[in-house]
């Protein structure tokens, strides 16, 4: 009787701190999404649910879809502070090399100049600027996941 109390009260237990985390990840998301809502329509940013579906999405969307494209990202990322500076440099240095392109043929590269302004040509076929989806909460963390993903392209890429 004792084994089956304690069990019971363990599940009750486990259950309502899922219950308390999940309503606190609500709770973060309703905030990021009111705060996005006050400042999607200034800053032409995306919705709440969509830059929820793009952290909850595969990683193709917010993952290069060329090598091109990705050392432009990694520039990106590395002028606003995404990622590592050095890392992130260093990868797209590597990652430019190993493509064989030098200063003019990288101004030459559409790929590369849309991510370096940010636009991230996804494998999914879809487009998504970085820099006009705003500077909530939920939008920063958007650009962090991609800043990411990019940088393990580039890693991948290079060894």
Not at 2 to 30: E, N, P, Y
Not at 128 to 133: E, Q, V, Y
Request: charged residues 15%; proline residues 0%.
């Amino acid at each position: 009787m004792k084994i089956s109390f304690l069990v019971s009260a363990a599940v009750s237990a486990a259950l309502m701190l899922g219950t308390a985390h999940a309503a606190s990840w609500q709770d973060s998301l309703s905030s990021a999404a009111s705060e996005l809502g006050n400042s999607s329509s200034q800053s032409g940013g995306l919705s709440a649910s969509s830059l929820a579906g793009l952290l909850g999405n595969s990683n193709q969307s917010l993952s290069a879809g060329t090598m091109n494209n990705a050392a432009g990202i990694l520039e990106y990322c590395a002028k606003e502070k995404l990622a590592s500076v050095t890392d992130t440099q260093n990868i797209k240095n590597q990652v430019l090399g190993k493509l064989g392109l030098d200063t003019q043929e990288q101004k030459a590269d559409t790929n590369f100049m849309d991510g370096i302004q940010g636009l991230l040509n996804a494998q999914n076929g879809q487009q998504l600027d970085l820099s006009a989806i705003g500077n909530s909460s939920l939008a920063k963390q958007v650009k962090t996941k991609a800043c990411d993903l990019v940088l393990k392209q580039g890693l991948n890429f290079i060894s």
